[in-house]
Structures are given as C-alpha cells and as structure tokens.
C-alpha cells in the first residue's frame, strides 16, 4: 500500500537540506501543542536557511497541500496544530539580521527565542519588552502569529505595538516587506493588498468602530482597524498605518514570515517589587484598579490555588514562601521600574500606603533586590504549568483564560464567573496580569468524561458577562481552536464576513493554516480533542506503583480521592506521562539541567515534551501495538540520559528517568539484554573479581590490540579508557570510635569502594573528626549493600527489586534507632530517597529515604543542629570550581556542597552553570553515545574548566562526572569530602 503523500515527502527530501519528517511518530508529536487539541499534520519540514523554506513552500504549493508555519508550539488555543504541512522554524531559522541601537530596532527571523534575543541585546542595554511567560522557550515568530502580550503590556503594548515591519511570503509565492503602508511602492502586490484592505476596512468602518473592544488586550480576529481613519491609529505613536500590523496576530492565516522588524526600548536601570497579601481574592480585584493610578510596570496575580502548588514544588517553595504574609488567598506583584532607583523606592512605599489607606496596613513584602525578584518572577512565570501539576483526570482547561475586561469591573466579573464554575461543580485556577483586566482563568474539567459539555455552557455564559462588561472574549492567547467559533460573536457577522474576505485576499484557496480565525471549527469539536471519547490506554503492567497519580480530585474542595486500585497499573503510569502539558519549558537551553540531549540536537524527538508524547501515543495505542518495548519508544529515549533534570526544572514534575526505566525493562522483557547491558547490570558483582585481580584488569588499556577487541565486543567508545579498579574498602579493617556518642552509617557504593577508595576513607575521617561512629553498609561475610542503580539503568528490575530489599532489611535497624545513612555517590544515594520509593515497599521504604542524605547534607544538617564541633584549616589553592551531579540539581543538593566549601577559609567557590556532563553513567562509554555525550560536556562545562587558573582544584561528587572531566580536559576533579580531609586540622 503507498503511503500518503510519499510522493510529496520524496520530492521535498530530495530538494531540501533540512530534515523532512512523515514517519508516524513524528508526526504524532508535532500533533498537539500547548492546548486540549490534536490532529496529526501530513508531515513535518525543518529547513535549514530561507531557501529551504522558499523551497518547501513552493513545494507544497505545487502540491495543493496547506502550510502550518510553528516555533515553539507553544500555543494554548491550537493555532499550531492542523493537518498540514508543518514548517518548523524554530531549530534554524532564528538569527539576527540587522541590528540597528541608534534606531533601536532589530530585524530576526521568526525561529529566534524571545529570551535568546533580550540576552543578545541586553549588553546595548536594550531589550524586547513583550514579555511573555514562556520567554525561555517561545519564538519572535509565534508571538507574532498571536499578538502575545506579555506581563509589562500595561508600560510596553502588545507585539503589534512594538512590530515595524515584516517579510513575508503569501500564499501565491510572491513575497515582501510589509511595513508602513506609506511607503509601500506605488504599484506591485503589496500596494494592491493594502488598497483592497483599506476598502474592506472603510466598507465596515462603522461595524469596527462598534465591536472592536476598548480594552487594550484584544487579539481576535484581524486587526482591520490599522485603517480606521475617523481614530487615532491604535498600533503607533504616529498614527502611521502599517499593512505588517495586519500580519500580527493573524495566527500564519496570511502568509508565512521570513523576518520580523522589531521596535526595542531601553533596559530600566532600576525594579523594586511589592508583593500585596490579600485575605480575599474579590479585595485584590477590586484594588487592582487603585494600584494601577501610582503607574507601576507590572501588577501580576497569583491565586491561592496557585499558591499551594507552588508549596508543593521543591524548586519553588523557598521563593514563595518569602513572598506570603500568613495565609492570603491572593497575592498581587507590583513592580516599578525606571531609571532613578529612589523613585522606584519612592514608588514601593506609596504601595504600602496606599494598602493601608484601602484598610490593609502591613500587608506588602518588598523585594527591592533583583535575585529575590527574579526568583518570584519566575514562579509566576510557570504559573501555567504550575496549574498543570495538578495529579488526577481533572485539569486547569484554557478556553475562556484570557477575556479582558475593564478594571473597574474586574472584581465583579471574576466574582460572578467564579459562580458560574461552582454551579457546573467545579473551581477555577486564575493567575496573571491583572494590571490590564486579563486574567488567565482555567476551570477544572475532567476532559475524558463530561469535560466538553461544561466547557460549551461555561463559555457561554462568560461570553455574557464579557459582554455585560465591554470586554474582549480574545485578550492575550489569541483565537485558535478554542475561541475560533468566538470571533463572529465578538466582532458581528459584518466584520466577521470582512474578515472572510481578507481571508481569500490573501489566500484564495484557503492553504496558511486554515481553519483558524475564520470558517473555524466548534471549539467542542471531539474530532479535534487529545482526549476524545474514544481515548483508551492500553493494558500494560508497570515495574515501578504509579498509583499516586491514579487520583480523582475534587474541584471545588481541592481534597483528592485516595490513589486508583492496584487492578488498575496502566492508568496510573498513563496520568504520570500525560503530567506534560506541552508547554515546552524543556525547551530552554541556557539555565538548569533539562534539557540536554535537546540542547545538542535541538530535536522535538530528544526533547522532553517530545518523549512524554512518544509515550502518550504509544500507551493509547496510536503508535501501533508494540507498546514500550517498541521502537519509537526506543528512539526517542536513545539520548535520555535519566540526569531526573526534567523531576525538578518541569514545573509539572514530568520525571523522563522514571519512564525511561520503565521502557527499557519492556524491552529487556521483549527482546532480551546484551552483552554490554549485562555487564553493565552486573557490575557490583564483577567489581570484587576486577578488584581482586586489578593489577591485571587495569593493564588491559595498556595493550592496545586487547583493548579495542574489549570495547569492540562491548560496543565501548575506543576514545574511552575502562575503569581503573582500586582494592576494596569495605573489605578493609575498620574499627569504630567507641568513644563516640553519635552514629551514622556511611553508604559506600560500589564505585567509591572498589574504584576511588581515597573517597570513602576521607569521608571516614572527616565523620569521625566530627565525633561520630561509623558504621558500614557492609556484614561480614556478606556483598556489600547495593542501591541496584546499575540494574534499574540495564532494564534488571527485578533484580534491581531485590536489592533494595536486601538493603531494607540490613538498614532498618539503624534506622529505627535515629542512624542517618549517609551516602557519597549522588545517584546511588538519591536512589534510596527516589526509586526505592515506587516499589511497593510501603513505611519501610519511605522511613529510609528519611533518613538517607548525602555526605554534605549531613554536615550542614548537623552544623545547623550544633551537632558538628570541627573547624577547617586553609589549603593550598585559593579557588573552587564546582560542578554538579544532575541527580544532586534534581534534589535541590548542591547548596550543601557550596555550604561546606564555604567553611574552609580563603576560599573562592564558582558553581559551574551546567547541564549534564554527558558521562551519565555508561551512556558516554557507549560507542554509539560518545559524541553526544561529549557535545553535552562542550555546551558549558569543559569550556569553563578550560578558565581555571593554576589556583582552582575542581569539585564534582558524581564517579561519571570525574570521568568526563578528566577525559574531557585532562584535569582530574576531587569529591568534596577528599577537599573538607585536606582541611581537617
């Protein structure tokens, strides 16, 4: 049987340099984005430069074959999904063209990241102040298609404010540069584009003038009032019309953007932020419009559902905690910003008179230094895949989160549609810039079962209210899917038949992303939801309890139901993936851990997002029967190297380790283990043999001809070198403090045992200089105790399994008497505190994961507890350059690390910014992984160590990442216990 469209997929693979994907799998994940829809595109290009892209739109145009232009796929109303062509310029096309700072404007191409563009302008002290929430991740291109907004839009506009020109390609292939539409040439398409819209426009004049909201947030339809000649024109400080304008926010309807002009404006010098508590959510809607008279730049809302989510998240905890006072039930964040830092203060203290003067003195926190007010901004950054974290069926739904409404109705409005949402037997999350009456409101339906019915009648009756109040049903989001059928509604039939007419002007055979804007489908369509009625997940049994995700929650109490029956395993790990909301903040490459297989390849497939949608398609069955074990599971893990960056930087907690161990014990249960996938799983019981025979065994590198047969036979990269064994510590004689009245027990796994004895004994000594009993994780006659971490990654669980048994039952004495088990090797130790957890283990399992810390978290717990009588002596060198083990990042453990070097005088600690160093166990050895492990270690980490002076020793507590540093640079890195050894007095 020919396979559709081969004939389409052949030419373009044959004409273009870029990537042309049409295989079932990629398709399927570029079929969602951030929204409730689905629908699988015919494929999927990525050019590689512009003439790709002309080359892939002439294609498709000989084809008769529509065009979806995409960045991010970030959007919220499914403007980025259809069944067309899929044109990703994200990966790219996303470069600087033309920078001019006198004018300050910028010309980009539209795959370029907003965050990537402000840190490029940011040393000509410029910045792009359309400011969106998603700023890591989405693209100049996609904010365009939606007329985004951002959290400053109150100082800065909307895109179109801040947009001076464009070029594009319409859907005839004639292309230019869209701009001020007086100085258009006098003759050529655009000038006749500009005249039929100007008519069209002038023909319903009245009609705009009637039904185009007042409110500064309203991104429906077109923007045809760029030709309202009887107003000021609404889209530049001169009143000039400009036919880009037209462009912006017509979601890729028009044609299809090569570069955008972009209006910058200057950095403010100064911010100071105040964060409002309010008892009552209706009080701080209701002061929303007082608080915008002392003309901050920002005034964000965060609700208490909000709140208590961010509590639950260990990345943001901390940050939230400062910002509260009591219990509110809302918090506003006020900032000011501006070039006199005392005015800005000026500013902060007329907030909290203001409150007082309202009736609620005391009730701001100031933040007038940058790193607390970056970190708050960043929780109300994620504010909406924070509301995704929610566990259970139900979930926040954008279809109504972004009406605008006038401030002097805001506490009203919100109030009343607050009563509309309890009437259906649900609550609504809300969340974001209050400062201009749009709040993004997401009522909780479970949309697998009567989700859809509530969310037709809701939008029905919040449109009635919008309406009451003069509002804008489209605020910030744009039309999409979900608010397509809308658009008539808000503007009227007459500018809803002009915008017909704009439509097959531009595109008379309905190719640029049809289905969007005009002639739109129901937003309720089944045919289009990610979870139809139909959706089914296939039976599959897990290795690890996904039951706490098997929940049901009630909307309005928030209290959930307790965990899904055990007759049900597939749900549970079903609802664990389905966490990922597409949102795409593991697209971001330039802080944090996740992610890096995405940060090399630049690849949907190696992308976080990416692989939660593998596996959601494959566990209801849409990527055929195969199931885990299959191949496109296969593909898309190949380059996971389960650094648990995505457990900690995913707002929603998607944990891609877990799952991964999941697929590969599916496939070791389908298809067997290899050689080199034994070896690695049985590495704690050879260790002892090479250990006792390493003479022998540490040689073999040294005879070239044995050594590549080894690696060969194993599939190990010959660019690396083996382990290099060192006697056995554990086996060595050790006799207690007796004297000491404090225990601890040190875990020694088994790389610090048998390969770097040096770590454990400095550790030893370092615990006992402290005043503490050591005991061992060993008893005589017995294998030492194993966190089974070698057989989880080699896809051994039952064997895995059995370990932590066996390690249960030697611990649990210690830890019934209130012995810490303290550990050195982060993702041996962290195992005990994770995946030891999801084997069904129970009270046992969760009472050592209590106790159970590594060595620097022991010591700042028990310096804090006045419980560590040692103070440290100078070294030889003067600096520390400190990098991370991923698993320590995932667990908020690196502060530990920076606490203890911090107790050693005249030292100078850096904390590397790093993803993965790329080692990640036996990933990096694998010869079919080496160079991406190695262009893991390139994108931050080997560069900085190439920095360090003669006077810097490097720290790095992870056994692979001492490996990948010393292949890597040459230098050789210390466990930090070895370091805190040197300083003992």
Known sequence: MTKPFSDLEARLTREMEGEVLFDRA???????????????????????????????????????????????????????????????????????????????????????????????????????????????????GGMAGNNSCGSRSIRYGNMVHNVLGADAVLADGSEGHFGFVDELPETGRLRELAERVRAIAEGVAPEIREHFPKVLRRVGGYNLDIFDCQNPKPYDPQGRANLAHLLIGSEGTLGVTRRIKLRLSPLPDHKVLGVVNFPTFYQAMDFTQHIVTLDPSAVELVDRTMIDLSLENPSFRPVIEKALIGKPQAVLLVEFAGENRQAQLDSLQRLGELMADLGLPGSVVEMPESAAQKALWDVRKAGLNIMMSMKGDGKPVSFIEDCAVPLEHLAEYTDKLTQVFHRYGTEGTWYAHASVGTLHVRPILDMRRDGAEKMREIAEQASALVREYKGAYSGEHGDGLCRGEWVAWQFGETVNDAFREVKRLFDPENRFNPGKIVDTPKMDDHRYFRFPGKYQVIPVTPVFDW??????????????????????????????????????????????????????????????????????????GQLGEEGLAGDAVKEALDLCVSCKGCKRDCPTGVDMAKFKIEARAARVKAQGLSLRERMVGELPRFAPWASRFRGMVNAIDGVPWLSRRIKHALRLAPQRSLPSFDGNFLGESHTPQAQASREVLLFVDTFNNYMEGDNPRAAKRVLEAAGYRVHLNVREGERPLCCGRTYLSSGQIDKAKAEARRTLDALMPFVRRGVTIVGLEPSCLLTLRDEFLQYGYGDEARALAESAC????????????????????????????????????????????????????????????????????????????????????????????????????????????????????????????????????
């Open 854 to 985: 590594l060595f620097e978290e022991f010591l700042v717990r028990a310096r804090e507890a006045g419980e560590l009588p040692l103070e440290f002596e100078p070294i030889p060198f003067r600096r520390v350059m400190l990098h991370g083990h991923c698993h320590q990042k995932a667990f908020d453990a690196v502060r530990p690390i920076e606490q203890v070097l911090a107790w050693i005088p005249g030292l100078e600690v850096t904390t590397i910014e790093s993803s993965c160093c790329g080692m990640a166990g036996s990933f990096g050895y694998e010869v079919e992984h080496y160079d991406a492990s190695m262009q893991m270690a390139e994108l931050s980490l080997l560069p900085a160590i190439r920095t360090a002076s003669e006077d810097t020793v490097l720290v790095a507590d992870g056994t692979s990442c001492r490996q990948q540093i010393q292949d890597g640079s040459g230098c050789q890195a210390m466990h930090v216990a070895k370091l805190l050894e040197q300083a003992l007095p």
């Open 547 to 620: 039951s706490a995700w098997n929940v049901r929650r009630d909307p309005l109490t928030g209290e959930q139901s307790p965990p899904g029956s055990a007759d049900d395993p597939s749900h549970g790990l079903a609802m664990a993936v389905e966490m990922c909301n597409n949102n795409g903040h593991c697209r971001k490459f330039d802080a944090g851990t996740m992610c890096p297989s995405y940060r090399v390849t630049r690849d949907e497939q190696h992308l976080t997002r990416g692989r939660a949608n593998t596996l959601r398609l494959v566990l209801s």
């Open 26 to 140: 990629s398709r399927g994940r570029y079929s969602t984005d951030a929204s409730i829809y689905q629908i699988t595109p015919v494929g999927v290009v990525i050019p590689r430069h512009q003439d790709d892209l002309s080359v892939a739109l002439d294609i498709a145009r000989d084809a008769g074959v529509p065009i979806l232009a995409r960045g991010a796929g970030t959007s919220q109303c499914g403007q980025t999904v259809g069944e067309a062509l899929v044109i990703d310029t994200s990966r790219w096309l996303n470069g600087v063209i033309e920078f001019d700072p006198e004018a300050r404007s910028v010309v980009v191409e539209p795959g370029i990241v907003l965050d990537h563009l402000n840190a490029w302008l940011k040393p000509h002290g410029l910045w792009y102040p359309v400011d969106v929430s998603t700023g890591a991740q989405c693209t100049l």
